[in-house]
């Protein structure tokens, strides 16, 4: 994998396609993975545009220039916690300050909707509905913060259990509407399943929905897709024996493109133990019966 991290640290902060200005969420990962692959110079480069992006409130916007939306804020914190949460206290404080503050809009409950549309977790853009990636990245984020027992993250819990669909997996949030079961997709299953991997659960939708992402690796997918996919299944302890030729196979398929966001979460993607491992084994510890 040494590869894939020699050509990353050479474009961060990146953005989403090659050449395209630098945005907050390939950056955010690409500060992560670098960390994670020891490249702590290139890691800290990205962890700074992190800082400067962010707004004095706390929230760290999808690129930054604008003013929203700050789903991405998450990231920003999971990636300075992970590499220096000492050095980066002020922005985390800010940060987790922000991410409290900020609300999916609930909706009366409807016969028509399959979900349950008064729990309220994250939103893509502000005032709208909750959805399950933004919610899936900020519960993350506070449970690195040693909020886990937080009200908020424990109504995020429960909004990811309840949006997983009857016969397992997920797609953006919904389950069912107008008496239509939705179809789940790969990469929002994978992502609330990695969310999830801290919490633990009981209910079958979790077991059906981890045999959905393993089912799925097995079928052409996308790279970040699969990225994700390995990710959570990795967290679960699940990891796919060939996860690393799938890697590598993505990766020669990229070619010659010089693709931050895709180059990010394929070296995430290569850690062969749970990344965020010791704050997930803590918080399943403490919140044992309560998710």
């Known amino acids: 994998m040494n590869s894939i991290a020699a050509k990353l640290e050479k474009l961060v902060p990146g953005g989403y396609m090659p050449g395209s200005a630098p945005m907050t969420e390939p950056t955010a990962w690409g500060a992560l993975a670098l960390h994670t692959a020891g490249r702590q110079q290139a890691a800290a480069q990205a962890a700074a545009w992190l800082c400067d992006a962010q707004h004095y409130n706390g929230m760290v916007p999808a ?5 929203a939306p700050g789903w991405t804020t998450s990231l920003a914190t999971l990636a300075w916690r992970e590499i220096n949460a000492e050095l980066y206290s002020e922005q985390l404080d800010r940060g987790i300050h922000w991410l409290l503050e900020s ?8 016969e028509h909707v399959g979900h349950d549309t008064t729990l309220v977790g994250w939103s893509w853009a502000a005032n709208t509905h909750s959805w399950l990636e933004p919610t899936a990245f900020a519960t993350m984020a506070l449970v690195a913060a040693g909020e886990n027992q937080h ?15 009857p016969g397992g997996g997920a797609n953006y949030g919904n389950t069912r509407i ?4 939705l179809l789940p997709h790969l990469q929002p299953s994978s992502i609330v399943m990695w969310a999830l991997a801290a919490q633990g659960s009981d209910d079958p939708r979790v077991e059906r929905t981890l045999e959905y992402i393993e089912h799925e690796l097995h079928r052409p997918t996308g790279c970040a897709s699969m990225a994700y996919a390995i990710i959570a299944l990795t967290a679960w302890n699940r990891r796919p024996a060939d996860a690393d030729k799938r890697i590598l196979d993505a990766y020669n398929r990229l070619g010659t493109q010089d693709n931050c966001y895709k180059l990010s979460l394929l070296l995430l993607a290569s850690n062969e133990q749970p990344l965020f491992a010791a704050q997930s084994l803590a918080a399943r510890a403490t919140s044992a019966g309560i998710a």
Request: hydrophobic content about 30%; cysteine-free.
């Open 178 to 181: 107008l008496d239509q079961t």
């Open 103 to 110: 609300k999916g809009k609930p909706n009366p409950q409807s």
């Open 63 to 67: 690129t930054a220039d604008g003013d």
């Open 151 to 165: 009200p908020r993250t424990r109504e995020a819990v429960r909004l990811m259990v309840d949006r997983l669909l």
